[in-house]
């Protein structure tokens, strides 16, 4: 079975920093693009950062500058490392796992973790 097991999530004050884990199984991990998307309560789910399996990243307009993804292929674990946090960054943040370049439309999907930034 696939599997992919966000943690990392929490509640912390603006300006500050948080890195969420995403570890997957059941995958070939080093052949699938990784991502994080974020859902926030009235809001549509949204990309906040992407990597393919060749390293290439690409983020959402709102995080730039901000956030970092990045990937251990040895742990089969990609990361978000999300710093300057804004109470708008506030959302469940899913982790996905893409192969063939579905992207969002890749059933594979992690439980989330919710990510709280208020004062």
């Known amino acids: 079975q696939v599997q992919l097991v966000e943690s990392g999530g929490g509640l912390v004050q603006p300006g500050g920093s948080l890195r969420l884990s995403c570890a997957a199984s059941?995958?070939?991990?080093?052949?699938?693009?990784m991502a994080w998307y974020r859902q926030a309560p009235g809001k549509g789910r949204e990309l906040v950062a992407a990597i393919t399996r060749g390293g290439t990243t690409n983020y959402g307009d709102s995080v730039k500058g901000r956030f970092t993804i990045s990937r251990d292929n040895a742990k089969d674990t990609v990361y978000l490392q999300m710093n300057s946090l804004k109470p708008e960054d506030t959302a469940v943040y899913y982790c996905?796992?893409?192969?063939?370049?579905?992207?969002?439309?890749?059933?594979?999907w992690g439980q989330g973790t919710q990510v709280t930034v208020s004062s």
């Open positions: 996905n796992a893409s192969p063939l370049r579905l992207g969002a439309l890749s059933p594979y």
């Open positions: 059941g995958i070939i991990f080093s052949i699938y693009d």
